[in-house]
Nanobody, 127 residues
Framework: QVQLVESGGGLVQAGGSVRLSCAAS????????MGWFRQAPGKEREFVAA????????AYADSVKDRFTISRDNAKSTVFLQMNGLTPGDTAVYYC????????????????????WGQGTQVTVSS
């Protein structure tokens, strides 16, 4: 079992930045491939970013590439999502997710690949 708790969401103006954190517990964090997803009102949950167990491989949705950065601190069992250049289109509930049993450098980007989910944190970007 892995428990995930997101934090850092809130209200930000367009062009601003937010850093989300996701603290993991219950399992060795370094064994987890980590991802961030988001869900806007009336829309399906979508992939945002993913990070391998090693931290050396990343993947991003085209809509956030060059603006968002995913990283992890294995010593603190935490994954981060640094979001810059925010637009109203980024408004959503952001979810942290963990996948277990993957190889050290593999990354995955579909919902069904992830085994555990956090409760989500709201990010609202005003124009």
């Amino acid at each position: 079992q892995v428990q995930l708790v997101e934090s850092g969401g809130g209200l930000v103006q367009a062009g601003g930045s937010v850093r989300l954190s996701c603290a993991a517990s219950g399992r060795t964090f370094s064994s987890c491939t980590m991802g961030w997803f988001r869900q806007a009102p009336g829309k399906e949950r979508e992939f945002v970013a993913a990070l391998s167990r090693s931290g050396g491989n990343t993947a991003y949705a085209d809509s956030v590439k060059d603006r968002f950065t995913i990283s992890r601190d294995n010593a603190k069992s935490t994954v981060f999502l640094q979001m810059n250049g925010l637009t109203p289109g980024d408004t959503a509930v952001y979810y942290c997710a963990a996948a277990v049993g993957l190889t050290y450098s593999r990354i995955v980007s579909t919902l069904r690949d992830y085994d555990y989910w956090g409760q989500g944190t709201q990010v609202t970007v005003s124009s």
